[in-house]
């Protein structure tokens, strides 16, 4: 990461957590036919919100499981115990009226795993290392660089600047 994103990141991190601490629930999205990276950096963000802030959390997973990358399903296999993985008709059923939503790994309109569900959300952040463009959801809450390989690093970066100590399983997903 840059100097000039280092220091962008300083102050994303007051926006998310102004976000965070002003949303009921929180539920974190990647991409459809997510890979390690997408399901690593949500993953990151559910940390930083379950540790930080005690908010509740979600990560949205709609792809059916037996269509996942194997990498991905097994991650999935061993943290869903903990973890709440939902698909969208569990969202519909835990859906407020002040949710804030959390992408990672995308930043696309027509990628974004919530479907026309984005409309729902009062408050929209986005974390990615792909460009921008026409597609690109409509909000001034973002952190958006080409400038590093993955969304994990990024979410790494935020977990320095929240103090956040990161949980082994986690930090092998995050580098993964
Ligand atoms: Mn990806």
Redesign the pocket.
């Known amino acids: 990461m840059n100097s000039e994103d280092n220091l962008r990141i300083k102050e994303f991190k007051g926006v998310l957590e102004d976000s965070v601490l002003n949303a009921s629930q929180v539920f974190v999205v ?2 459809d036919n ?2 390690l ?2 399901i690593a950096s949500a993953l990151g963000i559910y940390y930083i919100v379950r540790s930080k802030f005690k908010k509740p959390c979600y990560i949205i997973v709609n792809d059916q499981a037996d269509k996942l990358e194997p990498g991905v399903k097994k991650v999935i296999d061993k943290e869903k115990g903990i973890i709440p993985f939902i698909n969208l008709k569990k969202y519909l059923e835990l859906k407020g009226d002040n949710d804030l939503l959390v992408t990672t ?2 930043n696309k309109v027509n990628r974004v795993s919530v479907g026309e569900h984005l409309a729902n959300f009062n408050d929209v952040v986005l974390i990615d290392h792909h460009g921008e463009d026409e597609h690109t959801i409509s909000t001034d809450k973002k952190f958006i660089t080409c400038g590093v390989s993955s ?1 994990s690093e990024i979410v790494t970066k935020l977990f320095g600047e929240f103090r956040s100590s990161i949980e082994e399983s986690l930090a092998t997903y995050l580098l993964a």
């Open positions: 990647a991409h997510p890979d990276d997408a790994d995308v969304a």
